[in-house]
């Protein structure tokens, strides 16, 4: 391709931040990032946002380089004959290559009530709904969290340790993701808290009510205030396009990255499902997923055959609190080992994750393709297999 190439990315999470950022290492390519928000939210802090020990957002000068045009609106359709996408407002934008970033948020509780009287917390104006309903909650009200994922237990923690009285209704076992041995200083902090953990089958939610939360085994809670963190979704940006998506929404493309539909539209993030085997949806994978999207962009600009995705994951880490935390150990393929870190060090290392999350979204704008550890790292061989099996290819021998 000759002359100037325009990309668009839609979306400006960690992913497509990190995709614009790269985009910009050729002068010839001008990048546009539409976004319905004039600021970055730091979505691994909304949990303090809630409790008020920060307020998770970034402004984009910190973090998207200089050349790159922010459109602060929301894209409602992909025209892909057109190449172009309409905005909210009712403009366009027009592309020579699209990345879809759009993130996820809250998937459909499909529990009665739920949407009405509970208060989710995926995004930024979520988090700032519910914080004023717990402001005006007396200091000794019930407030019940669902969902016993890194959300769920760390927003648990926080109001707990902020005083609230909290219950962490699980639905299952505390910290899916977690190894057993994990699992039980995760509960021993949360009890030191003070937070009521209620887990196994029988936890399951069935209904909310103004005031109370109902469960499976036929017990009923009451609840002031009550915070959903259970299940996530993604925006259906691109099923309203006409784009082939797996069951939960999600982008489908190849190993690349690229729409199984257009070669000119790329996914990234928590709104990409690399041949129909998605990654865990969390910002570990995204700030890969993120510069691996725009280096498939600018190898096809480049006339080049674009590599293949190759996501590493150390494991996951969860605050419990300000002063506590655990950081749970994984193999490469994203599963989790009994190698833990928790307590203080725990807390240090979770509040280093986050600073230097956007540390690495600035250093990319500064210098476009400074993020590039992943490429030391060997290719996920689990993955591999499952994808050769999927072909129905003999499985490798070594």
Not at 190 to 203: C, H, I, K, W
Not at 220 to 248: C, E, I, K, N, Q
Request: net charge positive; aromatic share 4%.
């Amino acid at each position: 391709m000759t002359g100037n190439t325009d990309v668009v990315v839609i979306g400006g999470g960690y992913a497509g931040v990190l995709a614009a950022n790269r985009l910009t290492r050729r002068d010839d390519v001008t990048v546009t990032l539409i976004n319905p928000r004039s600021s970055f939210v730091e979505r691994i802090r909304l949990h303090q946002l809630v409790a008020g020990s920060a307020d998770a957002v970034v402004d984009y000068r910190a973090v998207l380089a200089p050349s790159i045009r922010l459109v602060v609106d929301t894209a409602t359709r992909i025209d892909t004959s057109e190449r172009s996408v309409t905005l909210a407002t009712g403009g366009t934008v027009d592309y020579d290559y699209l990345i879809y970033a759009v993130g996820s948020g809250n998937a459909d509780p499909g529990v009665p009530g739920a949407a009405e009287f509970s208060y989710p917390i995926a995004t930024l104006e979520q988090a700032q709904r519910l914080r004023p309903a717990l402001d005006a909650a007396p200091a000794t009200a019930a407030v019940t969290v669902v969902g016993a994922g890194p959300t769920g237990i760390e927003t648990a923690a926080e109001l707990a340790e902020a005083g609230r009285a909290v219950t962490l209704v699980c639905g299952g076992v505390l910290g899916p993701y977690l190894h057993p041995q994990a699992r039980r200083p995760v509960a021993r902090q949360l009890a030191r808290l003070g937070v009521t953990v209620l887990d196994g089958p029988g936890t399951k939610v069935t209904g909310v009510t103004r005031d109370a939360v109902q469960l499976a085994d036929g017990r009923s809670l009451p609840s002031t205030v009550t915070v959903w963190s259970a299940g996530f979704g993604v925006p259906d940006l691109a099923v309203r396009s006409g784009l082939t998506t797996d069951d939960l929404g999600r982008l489908l493309t190849d190993e690349t990255l690229t729409s199984v539909d257009d070669v000119r539209v790329v996914a990234a993030g928590d709104s990409a499902a690399p041949s129909d085997l998605p990654f865990r949806m969390s910002c570990q994978a995204a700030v890969q997923l993120g510069p691996h999207a725009a280096d498939t962009v600018l190898a096809r600009i480049a006339g080049e055959q674009p590599a293949q995705v190759n996501v590493i994951f150390a494991g996951q880490c969860i605050s419990l609190g300000r002063h506590a935390g655990i950081f749970q150990f994984a193999r490469r393929d994203d599963t989790a080992v009994r190698l833990h870190l928790g307590g203080r060090p725990g807390a240090k290392l979770k509040e280093f994750v986050c600073r230097h999350t956007v540390k690495q979204l600035a250093d990319e704008a500064r210098k476009p393709g400074a993020l590039s550890w992943a490429r030391a790292w060997a290719s996920d061989g689990k993955r591999r297999q499952l994808l050769r099996a999927r072909r129905g290819e003999a499985p490798v021998v070594r």
